[in-house]
């Protein structure tokens, strides 16, 4: 939590405001748990700056739901009711998006997955939020589903000042090349070593 | 988010059941951020399964308040106005804990360690919250302000469901052997690296 002071100065012809105001694009990948978890931690982050924030989880199912995804919605209400805070949208992949009605897709996530960036990249394009979570985008990059280059080059000649976080396993190199910030989420210990499974309120 | 299933079952005579629902110790350390968003992240979960959340923060300053704060009051505020999630609670330990009223002890920290430690200490042994954080108490531990083998001591004799999530670098290790749950938040990459500073809304 310290504000810190960089190791280094660029010579990038930014002045140090512009350098900080700079949005960024990060990942959070590893093997541990904690990723999600962070990126929707930082949500409630940007949500206090009253910036308008945009999940976009990468699931199978739509029927899975996070606690953060109760408490984040519960926090959009609150922006509604009183001004606090941020707008909240979460969408969620499943069997199709929310904006999408189509049914009976359960089986193809690659065109689920694949039509899912095609609305970030609108919404980006449109400058649509300030704060993206992708959450478990990793995947449909890693499988192939959804062109890394294309990911990158859409993320890094983004306008305006929207900060893109990526949750997930095995983020392609390029991925992390581009990215500001990496953090790798390692396991030390994990109950389920010695037999303890998942939880209420805790994995979920 | 996997419910996973764990890859070794003891002989510890509970039932998966009760196994399951062990209350968690988990440490979030390492040298990268991550490790408080996490656990304001996790306290997201909590409050969305109608836990009292319990929030204690070692940290120098009182006027430092970071976004999660402000996000988890307004929750605690929902809870408050709609019976939605739990009721949350927020202390910070700066110059002197809420629940105290003394002023001018700003360069006594270790004593306010120790009393927010003591504070801790009665509120488990009283089952008051459901899931604890203790931000950055890695750090009076580090420091021997607070001894680490009574801290060991406590939460793991401490009675109920009450989870714990201590934050903070260099924890000791005689607290990583007591733990469930070990998470090391590791730097990948960081925008500090080529000079660009904190800002608003990501690291605080």
Redesign the interface.
């Known amino acids: 939590?310290?504000?810190?002071?960089?190791?280094?100065?660029?010579n990038?012809g930014l002045t140090?405001r512009q350098?900080?105001?700079?949005p960024?694009f990060a990942?959070?990948?590893?093997s541990?748990?904690?990723k999600?978890?962070?990126?929707?931690?930082?949500a409630?982050?940007?949500?206090?700056?009253g910036?308008s924030i945009g999940v976009f989880q990468f699931?199978k199912s739509a029927k899975?739901r996070?606690?953060?995804e109760?408490?984040?919605r519960?926090?959009g209400?609150?922006h509604e009711n009183t001004g606090?805070?941020g707008p909240v949208e979460w969408h969620k992949m499943g069997a199709g998006w929310s904006w999408s009605r189509k049914q009976g897709t359960e089986q193809d996530h690659a065109a689920d997955a694949r039509e899912g960036w095609e609305e970030i990249k609108r919404r980006l394009a449109a400058k649509q939020h300030?704060?993206y979570v992708l959450d478990?985008f990793s995947y449909p990059l890693h499988w192939g589903w959804v062109d890394t280059d294309e990911v990158v080059d859409v993320i890094r000649s983004r306008e305006g000042r929207q900060?893109v976080v990526i949750t997930g396993r095995n983020a392609p190199q390029a991925l992390?090349d581009a990215?500001?910030?990496?953090?790798?989420?390692?396991?030390?210990?994990?109950?389920?070593?010695?037999?303890?499974?998942?939880?209420?309120?805790?994995?979920?």
Do not use: C, Y
């Open positions: 939590m310290p504000k810190g002071q960089p190791d280094v100065v660029p990038d140090t350098r900080r105001n700079r960024i990942i959070h990948t590893g541990m748990k904690g999600s978890t962070a990126a929707f931690g930082m409630m982050r940007a949500w206090n700056q910036w699931v899975w996070v606690g953060e109760s408490a984040l519960a926090l209400e609150v606090q805070g300030d704060f478990e900060h992390i990215a500001d910030l990496v953090v790798e989420m390692t396991k030390v210990k994990h109950p389920m070593d010695t037999g303890q499974k998942g939880q209420r309120g805790i994995e979920w």
